[in-house]
DNA sequence: AATGAATGAGGGTTCATTCAT
DNA sequence: GATGAATGAACCCTCATTCAT
């Protein structure tokens, strides 16, 4: 890649990096072009000129955000530690997507764009999910899933959890509950002990 | 109360049914005051003169919302049919908050306005804690529920099944995956016949 | 007058003294019909039974104002006091339009009204004028005033001084002045002294 | 200068000159932006890029206006003619501030913003006073201005004449006064020839 | 390729005034 | 006659997007 071509794609990572910690914060509608452009040092219209529009730059932001997300679910689930710790840090471990995710930038795109056109159910499923099925095989063979119980039935369990977990109002009350509610994930609301 | 009254009432009620259900369809923001004033067939300063503020309205619609949803809560804890049904009842059953609720129109609020006040925070405490509560010691006298789990951890867990499902990409998604949900509530994903 | 209408005389004089005040502090335009109606403590609608529109309205209070400002204006006149000592009374002493009247109050009306109809001309006309000529006759005979100065061009003068008095950014300011501005008055910047 | 730059200081002069002719007329209040935005030939976005906010714009214009007016005030007080022509110039010589100004325009700023920050006390500190001061110190040196007399009395009494000229409806009202007035400013109502 | 400049469309809010009881 | 309720029109301002250099 010659100077040229590096310095176009450094830019285009400003704008993603940008707009990526803005949406993060304050979710997409909340956030100007004007506010981005200014964050990375380009004018409004070089956005323009990559993206084509803000709907398509919170697409391809999102594709940024779940590739870099990955890397760390990536690195938990090929680890050593047993599995049942996996699964904690995979929904307490607020190293995953480091800072607080805006519920809007994840939601929004969810709804607004997952039915027509699947861009993000598709990112999804190629990224995440195949990791996924990794870890509940693990689970299985190990005697901690039950084996009667669906794949999508966990995975939803387990993303529903730390996706609540990335909210900061509900990560700080819910801190001194992390024991319970991995039992509960665990063993059910009958626990542990009944016979 | 005479004609005059009344009908200032049913405006009112106009008003808040119009943009109760444009927020749960589109969520605050992207809702106008005046396609709300269009829907609920009243000036954009009828709106004004009865509630002050787009800020203050989507309070109170959403002490109007949760009026709405706490009546169906009750009828469901104080009903004769046994307590896991209840449970399920209270995840799935589509009749509470009859439709969908947009994200936006509960986090936003969740997010924006429970730090200076608690007016949400509030509403919540004196409505739909205490019903749980009372559901909560039904379900640990009945062996459903393990004393050792805390109940907030249990309301949490609910709370959180309970308004995903209120999602309608996730509804229709999970659908077919009903039973395997209630089993890992009831029984974790350990799974029941583990010995 | 009976008891019905010496209330509704009553209610007329709360409307004129609530608007007045409100327009005396801060301006015609700056003060909404709905501020006087609740400081008159009557409904809008009254005010436009009353007086028809805004516009008469300001006229009304204007009228009332001078009304009560020219008893103070006829008190100095009239008074045992000498000449020198009224003039500096008329400009400097606050009891006259108690109150600091906003400018814009004065001179709104002042232009916006004064040419088509001439309402106001003709209300100064008929008040302060009268009694003027009779102060400036005064100071003719004593010597404080020089004949072969128009009448106009006094009253002018005053009127100016006056005003501007009325000010509450120039009052202040000017205070500590006040001698000198007087000398000024009565015998020019080339002063007393000259020879 | 480039033409890109030219065109946007032409621009910025433009929108300026429009809302100083606007104001001037009609007071600040009742211009509406869009009306200064179709009267410049832009858009309304267009003057909020160059001035942020109609409070900031008034007050751009303000200063604008001062310092045209100052060019004019300089070139009567730096001219070759007698002390007494200066000043009845400075005071009835229509060419300065050539265009008659709109009381608000005038006060609104100096009592809106005189308070907070000072902006407009310090424009008018800083251009017209240093000029007065030179005015009158010739005017002293000259025997036309008593030493006694403090400056601020003076500067104060010229002002208020000025101001009041630029009135439309006292200006047509007094010209033929103009030689009684200037008496007065100069020998009091005292009079010349009294002894 | 990159940018400063410009804009149309729309949003929340206010206010003088009228309607209907 | 008095009022609570209701409104059309207008205003300031923001933002995604395009134009022109």
Partial sequence: MDGFKRRKEQKKQDILEAALS??????????????????????????YNYFESKHKLSIDVFEYYVMKATRDFEKIVTSDIPFPEKIKQIIFNKTIASKQIHEEFYHFLMKE?????????????????????????????????????????????????????????????ILPLTEDISNILFYGIVGKERN
Wanted: proline share 2%; glycine share 4%; hydrophobic share 40%.
């Fill in 113 to 173: 764009y997952a039915e027509q056109g699947n861009v993000i159910e598709k990112i999804y499923q190629e990224t995440a999910i195949p990791y996924f099925a990794k870890l509940f095989e693990e689970g299985k063979q190990q005697g901690h899933v039950d084996p009667n119980i669906s794949q999508e039935a966990i995975f939803f369990y387990i993303h529903m959890l730390k996706d609540y977990m990335q909210r900061e109002e509900v990560y700080t009350k």
């Fill in 22 to 47: 803005l949406f993060m914060e304050y979710g997409i509608q909340k956030v100007a072009i004007s506010e981005i452009a200014h964050k990375a040092n380009v004018s409004q219209v070089t956005i």
